[in-house]
């Protein structure tokens, strides 16, 4: 059959339809459409139909059907993989072999357990696509007939070109999910522009600049971000982060869970050791947990961890403050965050840990050094100590100073001013409820007193493990962890949902891929 003059996709195995929405999304300004889709699960091909109503559907074991059922097009999407390909779930990759079949009954919810990467060279030698992009898991690349699967399509008449990408660089999509895309054209059309340069700040530049993938090991180009490739600025080399989403973005903070000492049924002992060793970390911040093996815990500020067909992910959320007015951030950040406004007054301040160097030398700007500097010779004996916040006294009048807790007070006057720093006191803030209500610190002036009672204060210790509250994920937060959008219809229960999810590709990453093929043709 020849193929339409608009520009067409099939979607070899559409899955819940993630690579249809981020094709629909380059498509449909141009007049194509997605127009073939194909999936072994049902409930997949319900889903996909809500969504894509206009697309021929077909609920069929792929690797059995014949190719010449289904009309041709421009391009295939296919996202052929196979369980024995990932390490998910703790599992060691097979490489010996690709599983053609599974054993026993086939379940039609399984990760795509039918599908086989020589679905794609069987399919293309009819239908004689333009562009054809595989998605898979990196793991795959490990394949023992990877060569060979390369061999047989470079025989059809493609040429090819393998893409290692991070979700999370695609945005907006919140969650860091290692991927490998290898995208074939025919052989004589244009070669499809496939160097992705996220975004990036670059400090030593000072400057936001298109960073540049940049491979640990030149001779072994393929792995995933951080442990087998980096992005770096193209002027000085330096190694950047690019921009991304953070897992904050996704979350619904109306519910925050469940308190853990209220639960009936006690988390499992791997968790509750996540838990601890997160509340360790992050402190009053609320974290993320992935539930499998190895497991991870994360700040909220990073992306979700990799979304698989298993509902794992979960937040772990230290301590609730209910906020019904204005002005109630902003006032104590951690570093990592944003500046506030700087207006004409220096009002901002920064408390760090020093270093004190125990040695017999003078000058005190010798002894005490900041954790930021480097550490000074160290010698056989044990000299340098690290100096953190703790309780001391304040003397507020003339040019006196600070002195230690265990010291004689200073001469009493008629006029209160000594104050006792603790460690407690630096976890209070004022409340000022008068007119537009406003949080203080504890540093700054208190506000006007008037004739009403206005002021209180609030103090706080760190939370602990069984105060703090814990929930999973809900689908609707998975749902925008993948970066579908909101309105998008999933169908089935909140399990059935996770799992079309998780075999989802994430739209933002296929809408690039296809964008840039789509130039190629169009060039």
Same mark, same amino acid.
Request: overall charge positive.
């Given at each position: 059959?020849?193929?339409?003059?608009?520009?067409?996709?099939?979607?070899?195995?559409?899955?819940?339809?993630?690579?249809?929405?981020?094709?629909?999304?380059?498509?449909?300004?141009?007049?194509?459409?997605?127009?073939?889709?194909?999936?072994?699960?049902?409930?997949?091909?319900?889903?996909?139909?809500?969504?894509?109503?206009?697309?021929?559907?077909?609920?069929?074991?792929?690797?059995?059907?014949?190719?010449?059922?289904?009309?041709?097009?421009?391009?295939?999407?296919?996202?052929?993989?196979?369980?024995?390909?990932?390490?998910?779930?703790?599992?060691?990759?097979?490489?010996?072999?690709?599983?053609?079949?599974?054993?026993?009954?086939?379940?039609?919810?399984?990760?795509?357990?039918?599908?086989?990467?020589?679905?794609?060279?069987?399919?293309?030698?009819?239908?004689?696509?333009?562009?054809?992009?595989?998605?898979?898991?990196?793991?795959?690349?490990?394949?023992? %007939?990877?060569?060979?699967?390369?061999?047989?399509?470079?025989?059809? =008449?493609?040429?090819?070109?393998?893409?290692?990408?991070?979700?999370?660089?695609?945005?907006?999509?919140?969650?860091?999910?290692?991927?490998?895309?290898?995208?074939?054209?025919?052989k004589g059309n244009n070669a499809p522009d496939l160097e992705l340069k996220p975004k990036a700040y670059c400090q030593s530049c000072?400057?936001?600049?298109?960073?540049?993938?940049?491979?640990?090991?030149?001779?072994?180009? !393929?792995?995933?971000?951080? %442990?087998?490739?980096?992005?770096?600025?193209?002027?000085?080399?330096?190694?950047?982060?690019?921009?991304?989403?953070?897992?904050?973005?996704?979350?619904?903070?109306?519910?925050?869970?469940?308190?853990?000492?209220?639960?009936?049924?006690?988390?499992?002992?791997?968790?509750?050791?996540?838990?601890?060793?997160?509340?360790?970390?992050?402190?009053?911040?609320?974290?993320?947990?992935?539930?499998?093996?190895?497991?991870? $815990?994360?700040?909220?500020?990073?992306?979700?961890?990799?979304? $698989?067909?298993?509902?794992?992910?979960?937040?772990?959320?230290?301590?609730?403050?209910?906020g019904e007015h204005t002005l109630v951030d902003g006032m104590v950040k951690p570093a990592t965050d944003s500046i506030n406004t700087?207006?004409?007054?220096?009002?901002?301040?920064?408390?760090?840990? !020093?270093?004190?160097?125990?040695?017999?030398?003078? =000058?005190?700007?010798?002894?005490?050094?900041?954790?930021?500097?480097?550490?000074?010779?160290?010698?056989?004996?044990?000299?340098?100590?690290?100096?953190?916040?703790?309780?001391?006294?304040?003397?507020?009048?003339?040019?006196?100073?600070?002195?230690?807790? $265990?010291?004689?007070?200073?001469?009493?006057?008629?006029?209160?001013?000594?104050?006792?720093?603790?460690?407690?006191?630096?976890?209070?803030?004022?409340?000022?409820?008068?007119?537009?209500?406003?949080?203080?610190?504890?540093?700054?002036?208190?506000?006007?007193?008037?004739?009403?009672?206005?002021?209180?204060?609030?103090?706080? %210790?760190?939370?602990?493990?069984?105060?703090?509250?814990?929930?999973?994920?809900?689908?609707?937060?998975? %749902?925008?962890?993948?970066?579908?959008?909101?309105?998008?219809?999933?169908?089935?229960?909140?399990?059935?949902?996770?799992?079309?999810?998780?075999?989802?590709?994430?739209?933002?990453?296929?809408?690039?891929?296809?964008?840039?093929?789509?130039?190629?043709?169009?060039?």
């Amino acid at each position: 059959m020849g193929k339409d003059s608009a520009i067409t996709v099939t979607d070899q195995f559409c899955g819940a339809g993630g690579s249809s929405i981020g094709a629909r999304k380059v498509l449909e300004s141009k007049g194509g459409k997605v127009a073939v889709a194909l999936n072994h699960w049902s409930l997949a091909i319900e889903t996909h139909n809500t969504n894509f109503p206009e697309t021929i559907h077909d609920c069929t074991d792929i690797s059995a059907c014949d190719p010449r059922r289904y009309p041709s097009t421009d391009i295939l999407i296919t996202s052929p993989e196979c369980t024995n390909h990932s390490v998910a779930k703790g599992k060691k990759a097979v490489t010996a072999q690709l599983d053609l079949f599974s054993n026993g009954v086939l379940d039609p919810a399984c990760e795509r357990s039918r599908a086989t990467m020589w679905d794609v060279p069987r399919f293309a030698e009819y239908h004689k696509y333009n562009i054809i992009i595989v998605e898979n898991v990196v793991d795959a690349r490990k394949w023992v %007939q990877f060569p060979a699967w390369l061999m047989a399509m470079d025989l059809l =008449g493609y040429n090819h070109k393998a893409v290692y990408a991070n979700s999370m660089h695609f945005q907006p999509t919140p969650q860091s999910r290692d991927r490998m895309y290898v995208v074939f054209w025919k052989k004589g059309n244009n070669a499809p522009d496939l160097e992705l340069k996220p975004k990036a700040y670059c400090q030593s530049c000072n400057s936001i600049i298109d960073s540049i993938q940049a491979w640990k090991n030149p001779q072994k180009k !393929f792995g995933k971000y951080k %442990q087998q490739y980096v992005y770096v600025c193209p002027s000085c080399v330096t190694r950047v982060e690019p921009f991304y989403y953070a897992a904050f973005n996704i979350i619904q903070w109306s519910n925050i869970g469940t308190r853990i000492g209220d639960r009936k049924k006690p988390l499992s002992e791997n968790t509750q050791r996540r838990i601890k060793y997160g509340l360790e970390k992050y402190r009053k911040e609320p974290f993320q947990i992935a539930n499998y093996t190895p497991g991870t $815990t994360n700040s909220i500020k990073s992306p979700i961890s990799t979304v $698989t067909t298993v509902d794992h992910n979960s937040i772990c959320t230290p301590f609730v403050i209910k906020g019904e007015h204005t002005l109630v951030d902003g006032m104590v950040k951690p570093a990592t965050d944003s500046i506030n406004t700087q207006c004409t007054r220096q009002t901002m301040s920064l408390c760090v840990p !020093f270093i004190i160097n125990n040695q017999q030398q003078t =000058g005190i700007n010798f002894r005490v050094k900041s954790i930021k500097d480097v550490v000074p010779t160290q010698s056989t004996a044990a000299s340098f100590s690290l100096a953190v916040p703790a309780p001391f006294m304040v003397e507020n009048k003339g040019t006196s100073n600070a002195s230690e807790i $265990t010291s004689p007070a200073a001469t009493l006057t008629t006029v209160p001013h000594l104050g006792i720093i603790t460690n407690e006191s630096w976890n209070s803030f004022i409340h000022y409820n008068y007119g537009k209500t406003t949080l203080t610190d504890i540093t700054d002036a208190l506000g006007t007193a008037t004739t009403k009672d206005r002021h209180s204060i609030v103090s706080y %210790q760190e939370p602990k493990y069984e105060d703090c509250f814990y929930r999973m994920l809900m689908p609707s937060e998975i %749902q925008a962890a993948m970066a579908f959008d909101a309105d998008y219809v999933v169908l089935g229960s909140g399990k059935d949902k996770v799992k079309q999810l998780g075999n989802a590709v994430t739209p933002p990453a296929m809408e690039w891929l296809v964008q840039r093929c789509v130039e190629s043709l169009e060039n």
